[in-house]
């Protein structure tokens, strides 16, 4: 009754800032919020969605970006949308278990061979279901974002999964993470983003699973001295706005707003790889990491040791969703 009750007042408060903007009274204030820097795909994705809106909807639409976890963290920022403190992010994935079970299938190890294949399963109806999969919740998904490839890095020289043994790796929050680091006998701690860098300083973990621009952007390669690039699974983003706050805009103006996401989600994805090789060279070239390709063969070890826990997440995930990722790779 109190739920019902509070959700009436935030309803009415809504309708009531929507037709007080009709009116020209007060721009919208749209709060964008995320864990990660500026100079990363996500980062540059949510300025320019800043810039085009100011652009295109001056007077009438403000947007606020809080970068590097400045305003909410990965520990609270979905129930500071839930409650409309802030009303966009781009959490990982991965952060969305505790809403549904099915985007745990972007987490399985070596489900997807390259960000391409991420981009042409995105595109499928059956992806796209996955943007309404927690409207009951109020977690109204816009559009996919994507990062990167993730590389293993650590304290230790990685060529085969047995090397990973009783390292601690720090994880996002996801039980398909634990199980792949379980895997390969190494111990996972799942914590935010923001103190990946300080659990790696104070040895509390000695490893992670980041994709080349976290690794440069947090400047993880000083206390990482090698990096085996495993590409072996991706990071890939939701861009999510509560409902209630979307669906109480102006369609016109709502419209206009969808419109410049499609355009920024074209930029993000586009720009995402080549931001990565960009990431990539510079820690080379800076050379306090080492960088570790492995071989054909030694891929294929940590592929076999990593993949046979698709099997325990197929029900939760849903078979046939499972099927459709797997049609999208061209091998
Ligand atoms: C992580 O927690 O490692 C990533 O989700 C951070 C991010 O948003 O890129």
């Given at each position: 009754m109190l739920k019902l009750f509070s959700s009436l007042i935030t309803a009415t408060l809504l309708a009531a800032a929507s037709s007080a903007m009709a009116e020209g009274k007060a721009p919208i204030?749209?709060?964008?919020?995320?864990?990660?820097?500026?100079?990363?795909?996500?980062?540059?994705?949510?300025?320019?969605?800043?810039?085009?809106?100011?652009?295109?909807?001056?007077?009438?639409?403000?947007?606020?970006?809080?970068?590097?976890?400045?305003?909410?963290?990965?520990?609270?920022?979905?129930?500071?949308?839930?409650?409309?403190?802030?009303?966009?992010?781009?959490?990982?994935?991965?952060?969305?278990?505790?809403?549904?079970?099915?985007?745990?299938?972007?987490?399985?190890?070596?489900?997807?061979?390259?960000?391409?294949?991420?981009?042409?399963?995105q595109k499928r109806d059956k992806s796209r279901e996955l943007l309404r999969s927690m409207s009951a919740q109020n977690i109204y998904g816009l559009a996919f974002w994507n990062n990167g490839m993730k590389q293993l890095s650590a304290t230790r020289e990685l060529h085969l999964p047995g090397d990973a043994k009783d390292l601690a790796f720090r994880i996002?929050?996801?039980?398909?993470?634990?199980?792949?680091?379980?895997?390969?006998?190494?111990?996972?701690?799942?914590?935010?983003?923001?103190?990946?860098?300080?659990?790696?300083?104070?040895?509390?973990?000695?490893?992670?699973?980041?994709?080349?621009?976290?690794?440069?952007?947090?400047?993880?390669?000083?206390?990482?001295?090698?990096?085996?690039?495993?590409?072996?699974?991706?990071?890939?983003?939701?861009?999510?706005?509560?409902?209630?706050?979307?669906?109480?805009?102006?369609?016109?103006?709502?419209?206009?707003?969808?419109?410049?996401?499609?355009?920024?989600?074209?930029?993000v994805n586009k720009d995402a790889e080549i931001l990565n090789q960009q990431a990539r060279e510079q820690l080379r070239v800076a050379g306090k990491t080492r960088l570790i390709s492995l071989t054909a063969q030694e891929q294929a070890a940590w592929r076999d040791a990593m993949q046979p826990l698709w099997k325990s997440y197929e029900q939760a995930i849903d078979a046939d969703m499972l099927r459709a990722a797997q049609t999208v790779n061209r091998r």
């Open positions: 204030v749209i709060k964008f919020s995320h864990v990660v820097a500026e100079d990363t795909p996500k980062g540059k994705g949510a300025l320019l969605f800043k810039k085009l809106v100011e652009e295109r909807l001056a007077g009438e639409v403000t947007v606020e970006v809080y970068p590097n976890a400045s305003l909410f963290g990965d520990a609270d920022e979905l129930e500071a949308l839930r409650s409309n403190k802030v009303q966009l992010l781009a959490p990982s994935l991965s952060k969305f278990e505790p809403y549904t079970k099915q985007l745990q299938l972007f987490d399985l190890p070596f489900l997807f061979d390259d960000l391409e294949a991420v981009k042409r399963f996002q929050p996801s039980t398909v993470l634990q199980a792949q680091f379980e895997a390969l006998g190494a111990k996972a701690v799942a914590m935010p983003f923001g103190e990946t860098f300080a659990a790696l300083q104070s040895g509390a973990v000695q490893g992670a699973e980041n994709p080349w621009s976290n690794i440069a952007s947090q400047k993880l390669d000083s206390l990482q001295p090698f990096v085996t690039e495993t590409n072996h699974g991706s990071l890939n983003y939701m861009l999510v706005s509560n409902s209630t706050f979307w669906g109480s805009m102006p369609y016109k103006t709502r419209s206009e707003l969808e419109a410049i996401i499609e355009e920024v989600t074209f930029a």
